[in-house]
């Protein structure tokens, strides 16, 4: 059988599983931290690897970011997600986090509690979308106070080109948002659209 492309079909099915497994995070959030989670619509982008800093690199353009990134890995499919949060919102994460104003919290695990959150809801609703079992490694902050150009360069991507999606979210009565994207190994690609492509026909 020959390899399935990536085509405005699979971009849809990839985006519509994604915006299930965007529900599902939010609820795990808002059960967590009582909080509405404003969904976003996710965007699909096929990539090369020389284009992710420009691809990326606007959504927080001239901001200072801290980065956290996570490994994923499942049955002929892996990948990371990278989350990023604008250091400006810091205060508003803690009191998201329900954590009483003036607490001395640390930065570090707000992220860190942030992130093993929401991206393991995403990723293992998508995952379980198309019935496969993941594995998640721990989350590990990347990049503190720098800016998201400085990130993506300390970043060696072992791929050529990738699938991106890429989710902002926001959370209301809370200024703060921030952005997950979801980075496919070039590998993972071939399986990834065949198990959208079953789900879709």
């Known amino acids: 059988m020959s390899a399935i492309a990536f085509n405005e079909d699979i971009r849809d099915g990839i985006q519509e599983v994604a915006n299930i497994a965007v529900g599902m995070a939010a609820k795990n959030i808002a059960k967590s931290f009582s909080a509405f989670v404003e969904l976003p619509i996710p965007q699909v982008h096929l990539i090369e690897a020389v284009d992710i800093q420009m691809a990326l690199g606007a959504v927080f353009s001239g901001e200072s970011v801290t980065a956290v990134t996570q490994p994923f890995y499942a049955s002929n ?118 198990s959208v492509q079953f789900l879709i026909d």
């Open 77 to 194: 499919i892996s990948g990371e997600a990278l989350l990023l949060f604008s250091d400006t919102n810091m205060e508003a994460l803690s009191a998201l986090m329900g954590y009483e104003p003036g607490y001395q919290h640390n930065e570090v695990e707000l992220v860190l509690e942030m992130a093993s959150l929401l991206n393991g809801s995403c990723i293992t609703g998508f995952c379980s979308q198309l019935d496969i079992s993941v594995l998640l490694k721990h989350p590990e902050v990347y990049g503190r106070n720098t800016s998201l150009a400085s990130v993506l360069q300390q970043q060696n991507f072992p791929w050529k080109q990738t699938l991106a999606i890429e989710l902002n979210y926001s959370f209301e009565g809370y200024d703060i948002s921030c952005d997950l994207i979801l980075l496919f190994h070039e590998a993972s690609l071939p399986s990834l659209y065949e």
